[in-house]
């Protein structure tokens, strides 16, 4: 036998395999999330092999009480969807041995289903993470990082994981928040295409233990979704409110200008008279010099002054109707009276020709004669 003289037939012995770092997650939701919050855990769910699905959460049971959860299913890691009121989705990350956690707001959520890319990878495979400049320069930011990688990436021999790479998840800091993508890897050179799914983190909170305790940092540009709202309609109030007040301005500005045209004085003659206290109530206030604040009292305190005048119109304009009214039935009642007396003559007189015309047949036929008395 001529022994083997190319390097590739020399067989190697293969090393031992051992999962050392044995890293579990388990992933809740909350009764509140909507479809594709869903969607997105599922997302999440077949892109880490290490994960395992928890029964849905009940609203009775407070965040403390999924760390025994976590350690009676064996798991060292955790994360929990919360949703409120089918809108908003929070997340939070935890290390149930001796934390850190942090909770997240979850925004431009983009699933698998809704995006189709073109990209696609194994599933099992162990992705490569790559993070920011931002995740070394801040403190904060150097926390979450290294949460990042315990929980999306997948320890090497893990027995769901497949021992090669072909995707690669990124986390970028941009407008204080954290964007998620993912990407496979089409060659050796690095040619990537993006696979999905696509979601933003705005952090809120970073808290020593796992679900609580000491908050070790606290995000100050963080506005609340329901804030957010509510400064949302406030916005389009004051839309309105700035046309109220241009109207104002104009009606202010069109008085103090000269007549551009001659005025008829007869067209005054159907005008109502307005209260002195009203009018007076107009002219003490220019509106142009107030300020914005003192523009809106104001212009309040002018729309009250409006209703009392349409009040005072619609009073005096009743009370002409009523007068009115009352001229055309007093003309109509008396004529009434003249035709109840007409006709009450007429009835006594047919009445008074129906009882001679009795008496005249009692008389022919003797019916209406007395009987003789005996004696």
């Known amino acids: 036998m001529m022994e083997n003289t190319v390097t590739s037939?020399?067989?190697?012995?293969?090393?031992?395999?051992?999962?050392?770092?044995?890293?579990?997650?388990?992933?809740?939701?909350s009764p509140g999330i909507s479809h594709i919050d869903?969607?997105?855990?599922?997302?999440?769910?077949?892109?880490?092999?290490?994960?395992?699905?928890?029964?849905?959460?009940?609203?009775?049971?407070?965040?403390?009480?999924?760390?025994?959860?976590?350690?009676?299913?064996?798991?060292?890691?955790?994360i929990l969807f919360e949703?409120?009121?089918?809108?908003?989705?929070?997340?939070?990350?935890?290390?149930?041995?001796?934390?850190?956690?942090?909770?997240?707001?979850?925004?431009?959520?983009?699933?698998?289903?809704?995006?189709r890319l073109t990209g696609n990878c194994l599933k099992g495979s162990r992705p490569l993470l790559s993070f920011d400049e931002n995740f070394n320069k801040y403190p904060h930011y150097a926390v979450l990082k290294e949460l990042f990688i315990q929980v999306f990436g997948v320890p090497r021999y893990h027995p769901k994981s497949h021992p090669f790479v072909d995707h690669v998840i990124t986390f970028s800091v941009l407008d204080n928040r954290i964007w998620?993508?993912?990407?496979?890897?089409?060659?050796?050179?690095?040619?990537?295409i993006?696979?999905?799914?696509?979601?933003?983190?705005?952090?809120?909170?970073?808290?020593?233990?796992?679900?609580?305790?000491?908050?070790?940092?606290?995000?100050?540009?963080?506005?609340?979704?329901?804030?957010?709202?509510?400064?949302?309609?406030?916005?389009?109030g004051e839309k309105y409110v700035s046309k109220k007040i241009a109207k104002e301005v104009k009606l202010e500005t069109k008085a103090q200008c000269a007549e551009s045209y001659a005025t008829n004085p007869t067209d005054l003659v159907f005008s109502a008279e307005v209260p002195e206290e009203i009018n007076e109530a107009f002219k003490k206030v220019p509106f142009t010099s107030l300020t914005t604040e003192e523009k809106k009292r104001e212009l309040t305190k002018r729309e009250i002054l409006?209703?009392?005048?349409?009040?005072?119109?619609?009073?005096?304009?009743?009370?002409?109707m009523k007068k009115e009214l009352k001229k055309k039935k007093g003309g109509k009642l008396k004529l009434k009276k003249k035709n109840v007396k007409k006709n009450q003559k007429a009835k006594s007189?047919?009445?008074?020709?129906?009882?001679?015309?009795?008496?005249?047949?009692?008389?022919?036929?003797?019916?209406?004669?007395?009987?003789?008395?005996?004696?």
Request: glycine share 4%; hydrophobic share 35%; proline share 4%.
């Open 194 to 236: 993006e696979i999905g799914p696509r979601f933003s983190l705005n952090p809120i909170k970073i808290f020593n233990d796992s679900f609580g305790g000491d908050t070790l940092w606290t995000n100050p540009t963080y506005i609340s979704p329901a804030k957010y709202r509510q400064q949302l309609k406030k916005a389009a």
């Open 306 to 320: 409006r209703m009392k005048q349409k009040l005072i119109l619609k009073a005096q304009a009743k009370e002409q």
């Open 83 to 115: 949703g409120r009121l089918r809108r908003d989705l929070y997340m939070w990350i935890s290390n149930i041995k001796g934390g850190p956690s942090a909770k997240f707001l979850v925004e431009s959520v983009f699933t698998l289903r809704e995006m």
């Open 180 to 192: 998620f993508r993912n990407y496979q890897v089409l060659a050796e050179d690095g040619a990537l």
């Open 349 to 375: 007189q047919k009445a008074q020709a129906a009882k001679n015309a009795k008496k005249s047949t009692a008389k022919k036929t003797g019916k209406n004669r007395k009987p003789l008395k005996s004696k």
């Open 9 to 29: 037939d020399v067989l190697y012995e293969k090393k031992a395999e051992k999962w050392i770092n044995r890293q579990r997650i388990l992933v809740f939701a």
């Open 38 to 78: 869903r969607h997105l855990m599922k997302d999440l769910l077949s892109m880490m092999p290490h994960s395992r699905y928890g029964s849905k959460m009940e609203k009775k049971k407070k965040l403390f009480e999924l760390n025994e959860i976590c350690k009676s299913e064996n798991c060292n890691k955790c």
